[in-house]
């Protein structure tokens, strides 16, 4: 006998069509988050994501661009709490292959970790999630082997390597957009519109210096764009057209 779709809700087995459901709800809670959109060119990684405000009392948001390690950062969309575990776990795994190797981590090898915790939930441990984490990452860095790379994973513990990337929110639309313009041959300052002028397209509030945070990443380190140089980048967006 079947058990009906409430009853697999309450675990982490699968449905008799094949299915986990925590695992799809994990994903759609994702959908509810930040839009990030990043893209990987030849010389560098650059990720621009939304900063969302809930109050004007509120002094400060939880970042959503951090740093992992020298040549490492981590953009997240979804729960913050559950990106915060993932990131420790990214920056123990860093400094502990760096400790033993005396080199950096690989960004492959450093997604691969994370997305191995991912998949640990539902186990019967004191540190394990009983749930899926509820948080996509993009993980861009600048390999010591490969050099500029960008990183996609998600609740499942699924990760791909991608030229560009959009999650969250504004995900499909910024999708979409990326299909349509990205081009292998594009400089840091073409992909620097392109990243800013989606988010723009997808926002739901007017995009201005105070809701969108960009930062490369390149052999010359991680750079995060200050006010002057964001208003400089949505200044030379085109004008929207009129119908």
């Known amino acids: 006998m079947f058990l009906t779709r409430n009853e697999h809700d309450k675990g982490n087995t699968f449905s008799p069509e094949g299915r986990i459901f925590q695992v799809e709800y994990a994903i759609e809670a994702v959908k509810l988050g930040s ?5 990987q060119t030849k010389n560098a990684v650059i990720i621009a994501c939304e900063r969302r405000s809930t109050s004007p009392l509120l002094i400060s948001s939880a970042e959503k661009l951090v740093e992992v ?3 490492v950062l981590v953009a997240m969309s979804g729960l913050t709490a559950d990106a915060r575990t993932l990131i420790e776990h990214a920056r123990a795994e860093a400094q502990n292959f760096r400790f033993n190797y005396n080199e950096p981590i690989t960004v492959g090898h ?7 915790l991912s998949l640990r939930f539902g186990h019967d441990e004191e540190d394990i999630m009983s749930r899926p984490f509820g948080v996509a990452l993009l993980i861009g860095g600048i390999d010591p082997r490969e050099g500029p790379v960008l990183y996609h994973t ?14 969250g929110a504004g995900c499909d639309g910024a999708q979409q957009g990326l299909n349509r ?4 041959d594009m400089t840091v300052e073409e992909s620097e519109k392109c990243v800013v002028g989606l988010l723009k397209q997808v926002m739901e509030e007017k995009l201005t210096t105070e809701n969108v945070q960009v930062v490369r990443l390149s052999t010359d380190g991680i ?10 980048i949505i200044d030379s967006l085109p004008a929207p057209e009129l119908e």
């Open 154 to 167: 998600d609740p499942s513990g699924t990760f791909a390597k991608c030229k560009g990337k959009a999650i």
């Open 181 to 184: 313009e990205y081009k292998d």
């Open 223 to 232: 750079q995060h764009y200050n006010s002057e140089q964001m208003q400089g």
């Open 35 to 39: 839009t990030v959109v990043g893209i």
């Open 69 to 71: 390690d020298d040549h």
């Open 110 to 116: 450093l997604t691969q970790s994370v997305c191995d």
